[in-house]
């Protein structure tokens, strides 16, 4: 697998959100590699977005993360327990960012890790509705591969956390609203949602 480069996320952010989806999420975990597909995705676009954290710039303690290079990794918590991984897009000083909102485990190695990080049980323990919902959301792919806030600011182009490249491309792309924007007005009907489908594990 081709590790993506800062010029990856250097780009558009909505192209960037449909352009990770079939790639290759990894963390590197207590020595040891933990790799899951992205498979869904969503755009924030600060200059013009009421729903990104830093609309019309908005620079803030938490915020400023958007404001770093693109291909840092933005984490941040919400509801006081769950965390949620973003990759800044764009020049530096532009807020942007792409949320990743879901994935499936690489092999099954990655898949018995991840279930212990999630549910405390191995793979072959989970119930059909735990196998069903293994990362489908944001905060159950934090848990999953073990991100919280210490990672805020990561760089994707090093060795601990970053994305890579092994010729997946997803079959068919389908397109949506973000979900759990309803405060942010007419950035609710922004099209910035990216998903494809996929076998659940």
């Known amino acids: 697998m081709e590790k993506l480069g800062r010029e990856f996320y250097d780009r558009d952010t909505v192209q960037v959100a449909r352009d990770l ?20 995705t969503e755009a924030y ?14 620079r803030t303690a938490r915020t400023e993360t958007l404001f770093a290079p ?8 919400i509801y006081g327990m769950y965390h949620c991984l973003n990759f800044v897009t764009e020049a530096e000083g532009t807020p942007c960012a792409v949320l990743i909102r879901g994935g499936t485990p690489l092999t099954w190695e990655d898949e018995e ?11 072959s323990e989970m119930s059909s509705y ?15 591969l073990s991100l919280d806030r210490s990672m805020n600011g990561a760089d994707l182009t090093g060795h601990t956390l970053f994305v890579a490249d092994d010729g997946f491309v997803p ?28 076998a659940i594990v």
């Open 21 to 40: 989806l079939g790639k290759v999420l990894v963390r590197v975990w207590e020595d040891h590699p933990l790799a899951v597909r992205i498979t869904e």
């Open 70 to 77: 693109p291909g840092t990794a933005y984490i941040y918590l």
């Open 113 to 123: 890790a991840i279930s212990i990080n999630r549910f405390h049980c191995t793979a």
């Open 45 to 58: 676009v600060g200059p013009i977005d009421k729903a990104c954290h830093a609309y019309n710039y908005k």
């Open 171 to 198: 079959e068919t792309i389908h397109t949506g609203k973000r979900i759990g924007i309803d405060y942010a007005e007419e950035a609710v009907d922004f099209p910035w949602r990216f998903f494809y489908d996929h």
């Open 130 to 144: 735990q196998r069903k919902h293994f990362l489908d959301g944001p905060g159950k792919l934090c848990k999953g």
